[in-house]
């Protein structure tokens, strides 16, 4: 169509074969140039529950398709670390006395009580926020000792019963560092780092000559509402799940990855979504694989029935995530560890070249 368009316009409709190849190659160039100029874009609904490792999952996709964090971005998380440190060893120490647990010895019950004295003294005030939550020199000690404590380790592997972030033992074993005057938050640190999403945020990266814009949107019960009827024209939708909820309860008293199973059953089946792509993130792959041998699988789902391994555990949970899409394109399904940046990239990569695949496919180019 090209050519013949140039053809009638310029007057050439009877010239040589060698000057029709010269326009012929010169509109391909220009179409070319108007495709770069007019970038296509991909949309994705990212969801999936609290700490399932969506935000984690963004923070990443940022460092490896922008930039790292400048020193300014690594202050403002300051806080958050601090109050993600403090938060986890306050719910320790709270279940260590709701579950009759003792500590090795009095210094330790003083430490106990020197810990709660010193956040005393920072939320004192009564307009205290957040940013007042600071893991000082004299706290980082206190807590590095309380850490160490056999009853506080044995409360910490019971605390699938007191939903404790997964983050805790992360900054709990570098807590001496977070007490130091220079500290700044590294890349690792942001990455452990835990902050509700409320509403929906949207990203942009520009990947492989397409943009990929993505929703985040919050993953409590009282965001839900928002997700379908917002989204009904998304390419893909990339469900995130904790591997780590087999074996927590919701404050409804429900297994959290019955849970999990049932809101992904609702998104694989919705007509909303019945042209999408739909991606499973099975994250926490290295917490699992811990878990998964002190917690059998079998607590959650009577029916299984293989050894107390990582490997058949996981083909298991794959499995009934798999079987949930009653029709349509089958689920992609990834294993991941958000908090790793080599395991992140490798799915990255394979899930967007899939989609790329996919749209040129609906463009009828590829």
């Avoid at 807590?143 to 019971?158: E, H, I, P, Y």
């Avoid at 607590?299 to 029709?327: H, V, W």
């Amino acid at each position: 169509m090209g050519i013949l368009w140039s053809w009638l316009t310029t007057g050439h409709c009877t010239s040589g074969n060698d000057e029709n190849k010269k326009i012929s190659r010169r509109i391909d160039k220009e179409i070319l140039q108007e495709l770069k100029q007019e970038a296509d874009e991909i949309d994705i609904l990212l969801l999936g529950a609290p700490e399932s490792g969506k935000s984690t999952f963004l923070k990443q996709m940022r460092i490896i398709h922008k930039s790292d964090y400048s020193l300014e971005e690594r202050l403002m998380f300051k806080p958050i670390v601090y109050a993600n440190t403090i938060h986890s060893m306050s719910l320790i120490l709270h279940a260590v006395e709701r579950l009759g647990i003792d500590l090795d010895s009095e210094e330790t019950e003083y430490d106990a009580y020197i810990f709660y004295q010193l956040l005393e003294e920072q939320t004192s005030h009564s307009h205290a926020l957040i940013e007042d939550l600071k893991v000082t020199k004299d706290l980082a000690k206190v807590m590095t000792r309380l850490w160490k404590d056999s009853g506080v380790q044995a409360a910490f592997l019971r605390s699938n019963e007191f939903n404790l972030s997964d983050c805790a033992k992360y900054f709990l074993e570098n807590v001496e560092r977070l007490g130091l005057n220079s500290y700044i938050p590294t890349t690792e640190d942001i990455l452990h780092s835990r902050v509700r999403t409320t509403g929906i945020v949207e990203v942009k990266y520009f990947i492989k000559d397409m943009i990929f814009r993505i929703h985040d949107v919050g993953g409590q019960r009282s965001e839900r509402r928002k997700w379908l009827y917002l989204f009904d024209c998304v390419h893909a939708v990339i469900f995130c799940v904790s591997l780590t909820e087999y074996a927590q309860r919701s404050s409804a008293d429900i297994n959290k990855m019955h849970e999990a199973i049932k809101l992904f059953n609702m998104i694989a089946n919705s007509r909303v979504f019945f042209d999408a792509s739909i991606i499973l993130f099975l994250n926490k792959t290295d917490l699992f694989a811990e878990m998964c041998r002190r917690i059998p699988l079998k607590t959650a789902f009577p029916d299984y029935t293989g050894k107390r391994n990582y490997e058949e555990s996981i083909q298991f949970l794959q499995a009934r995530f798999k079987e949930q899409r009653k029709q349509g394109p089958e689920i992609h399904a990834h294993l991941l560890c958000a908090t790793d940046v080599t395991t992140v990239q490798v799915v990255c990569n394979s899930v967007t070249d899939m989609l790329i695949k996919n749209f040129l496919k609906d463009c009828g180019i590829y």
